[in-house]
Structures are given as C-alpha cells and as structure tokens.
C-alpha cells in the first residue's frame, strides 16, 4: 500500500464548476500538507500549503487537512479551462528532509 | 528571475553511456533535491542535500550519484544508465527551514535505449 493515496482521474468538469481533490495517507507522523499543480510539460509549483489540521483559503482555492481521517482535499470554485493541470498533494513530517508526493490528479475543464 | 535550471531538457541515450543532468538555481538556497517522475508512481525522490557537501539518498538512490561542491549547483549523474532509468527528472531546491516548500525545475526527460 502506498504512503499516499490519490485517484489518477482524468477529472473532466465544466467551466465555472466547484471541483473537489482529495488525497488519503497511512503515516500519522505527517504534519505539513501541500497541493502542487503542474501543467503539461512543465515542473509543479506550489499551489497551496497547511500545516496540520484545518483550512486554509487563497482566492478561488481552499485546502483541507483532516488529520484524525488522514484526508486532504483542495477545492476549486469557479473553475478555470486555465486550472486544467495535474494536481499532485505532497506532504512531510517534523524532520522536514523530504516530501512524499501522491501520483496526481488529472484535471480538465471544459470551456 | 528566481528560478531552477537544468540542462539538457531532453536527452536520448544509450545503455551504459554515462551522463550529468545540471541543475542550478539562483535563489541561495541551502537544500536542492532531485526526483523522478514515472506514471502512477508520482514524483520520487533519488537523492537531497542539505547544503555544500552535504548529500544523503531519498527513496531511490539506486544507479545515481549526486555532489555539491558549490551551492548552486546539484548535478545528477548516471555512471551507467539502464532501461529501467528511462524517465521525466526534477531539480528543486528551498531554504533550509522550509524543504516542504520546494521550487522545482522544468523537468529533464530522459530515455534510455
């Protein structure tokens, strides 16, 4: 079983819909959560970061880390044909020496 | 412009040719970390360094060797590459305090025939 757990989609919706990505994980020593995006044929960049349990808002992008479920979730509102990416969540522990990255998330958003 | 470089962006090569992936950035940072990316495996990690002269393997280290002699730079070497290395490599680096917010380079894609 991976440490990280993310359905690969695609995930196709239309413009202007309110799209949910989540990741599960098995290791309780996970303590900071991240959601990347990357674009065809690029490296990802950081989209959203939190840091144990709760929420976090940045524009139209919302994470979620709820840690007693070992669950993360970013949410997109009014979403973009720009936002059509791969979404891949990463997360570490304490010690901070390394991600662990799910394998990604497909998105599409048809115009 | 704060970034991460590497050259080249894509290379074809064969069994047992040895070869250097460049990585650089211009941001001062003290952590710099190389990761493959394979389909449904997502991105893991081959090798990190923490700072000059300080390196230690990730998750897949197998195959690959890495130095830092110089900030900047965090070249990635593959004494002798095999089929099984033929995959999408990623640079990233960060402030020491803060390797779980990496910036990563564009991606080198490498095939091994």
């Known amino acids: 079983q991976k440490e990280v757990e993310q359905d690969p989609g695609p995930l196709s919706v239309p413009e202007g819909a309110i799209v949910s990505l989540n990741c599960t994980y098995s290791?309780?020593?996970?303590?900071?959560f991240m959601w990347y995006r990357q674009y065809s044929r690029k490296g990802p960049e950081l989209l959203m970061y939190t840091y144990s349990s709760g929420n976090k808002e940045d524009g139209r992008f919302t994470a979620q880390v709820d840690k007693s479920s070992k669950y993360i979730s970013l949410f997109i509102r009014d979403s973009q044909p720009s936002d059509s990416a791969t979404y891949l969540c990463a997360m570490s522990g304490t010690g901070r020496r390394a991600l662990t990255f799910g394998s990604g998330t497909r998105l599409q958003v048809q115009p | 412009e704060a970034q991460v470089t590497q050259n080249p962006r894509y290379l074809i090569t064969v069994t047992g040719k040895k070869l250097t992936v460049t990585c650089s950035q211009n941001?001062?940072?003290?952590?710099m970390s190389w990761y493959r990316q394979d389909p449904g495996l997502g991105l893991r990690q081959i090798y990190y360094?923490?700072?000059?002269?300080?390196?230690d393997k990730g998750d897949v280290p197998e195959g690959y060797k890495v130095s830092r002699k110089e900030k900047r730079n965090f070249p990635l070497i593959l004494e002798s590459p095999s089929p099984n290395q033929t995959s999408l490599y990623f640079c990233?680096?960060?402030?020491?305090?803060?390797?779980?917010?990496?910036?990563f380079g564009p991606g080198t894609r490498l095939t091994v025939l």
């Open positions: 941001m001062n940072h003290e952590y």
């Open positions: 360094s923490m700072n000059v002269e300080v390196t």
């Open positions: 990233a680096s960060s402030t020491s305090g803060r390797t779980d917010t990496q910036y």
């Open positions: 290791n309780s020593a996970f303590q900071y």
